[in-house]
């Protein structure tokens, strides 16, 4: 659980995908392999994830289920997550 679950507000995804990663003890590399592995898509790369957990990009649909099962976190967690994310970026550009 994250330290904004804990205060009732949800993480933005960028801070869940590194707290879940570092949790498991995880390089970003692992999650990379680990991806790879079970979706059979090669196409992400540690730099991807990189942005990711700097929040520099959010992860799409598809790549957001992967990292669910590989992380073991719920979907609709994930889901919540990269809203919380593309409202914090909106709030910043306006």
Known sequence: MTANSERGAAAPLCELLAEQR???GW????????????SGNDSVTREEISRWERGKRIPGPYWRQWL?????????ELELAAAVARRRRRNIIA
Do not use: P
């Not at 669910?68 to 609709?76: G, K, Y």
């Open 68 to 76: 669910s099962d590989v992380l073991d976190t719920s979907s609709r």
């Open 27 to 38: 390089s970003q590399g692992d999650l990379v392999v680990k991806l790879h592995t079970r």
């Open 22 to 24: 570092i949790a498991k």
